[in-house]
């Protein structure tokens, strides 16, 4: 590790820590809060269905601010990764706005990065004294560019959290479909073979809301089948109102840690 960039990487470390807190809340969460998942059988077109469904299930609203403080450091790295480029490493002096623009448009990366200071426009790109290999560098790692999906999601939750409000915690179905196996009452195991899905649901209130429904076989009798159940519980933790899910967050702290790879393993 080049050690211009070891704050960075402390950075990434409480992150880490934040990330932790956050899996083990929720991950408690959900565990104890087993009277809000009923499981039951239902007829319906003369097929019989088993349904899981969710009531009063709430999210604590503090976990939007742990979401908070993950997105404040990793965002932070890259402004940094800047100021490190050009201050230590180049020996140069930032421009008042120095940053790591994350932009949605290649036009957008012309118009605020590529111009030049003119009499007329007192404005100053932000990768003011970077050498022109790093330039490239983070021009490579705009969102517009595939492969960077996460660090443009990265830039709404920090500047969501930072100028608008505290991202709010909701309890929704997760987005994977779980498999449904019953065991036969001559013992041997089998799958729905139709499984519907709520993807993406809000779970919230006192209502109660299906969220999984799995067609049971021909001939089904619940009083003969020992048991029937999903192969894991389908509730995940989304924030804000793009639904970001904790591996979301994961996802963008992975992104982070290549981009600061790539940037504490290059000669400038």
């Not at 990434?12 to 087993?34: G, S, V």
């Not at 479909?177 to 041997?188: A, E, F, N």
């Amino acid at each position: 590790m080049d050690a211009h960039f070891w704050t960075h990487h402390l950075k990434l470390q409480r992150a880490d820590e934040h990330l932790r807190r956050l899996h083990e809340d929720i991950a408690a969460f959900l565990k104890n809060e087993p009277d809000t998942i009923h499981e039951y059988f239902e007829l319906r077109n003369d097929k019989w269905w088993y349904v899981v469904a969710h009531k009063g299930l709430w999210a604590d609203p503090r976990w939007g601010i742990i979401v908070g403080d993950i997105a404040h450091n990793l965002r932070s790295i890259l402004d940094q990764i800047v100021w490190t480029v050009v201050v230590d490493i180049a020996g140069s002096t930032p421009a008042p706005n120095a940053a790591f623009p994350l932009l949605n448009q290649p036009r957008d990366w012309k118009r605020q990065v590529v111009r030049t200071r003119r009499a007329s426009d007192d404005r100053t790109s932000p990768l003011l004294g970077m050498p022109d290999k790093a330039i490239a560098l983070v021009e490579s790692f705009q969102p517009y560019n595939r492969g960077n999906e996460a660090l443009g999601r990265l830039r709404w939750l920090n500047n969501t959290d930072k100028h608008q409000l505290v991202h709010p915690s909701a309890i929704v179905s997760a987005d994977k479909i779980p498999g449904v196996t019953y065991k036969r009452p001559d013992g041997s195991l089998g799958a729905s073979s139709e499984v519907i899905y709520e993807v993406g649901k809000a779970l919230e209130g006192d209502t109660e809301i299906e969220v999984l429904r799995a067609r049971m076989p021909e001939g089904f009798d619940e009083s003969r089948f020992d048991y029937v159940a999903a192969d894991f519980l389908p509730v995940d933790v989304a924030f804000g109102k793009r639904k970001f899910v904790y591996r979301d967050l994961v996802n963008i702290r992975d992104r982070i840690e290549q981009v600061l790879y790539v940037f504490s393993t290059t000669r400038f």
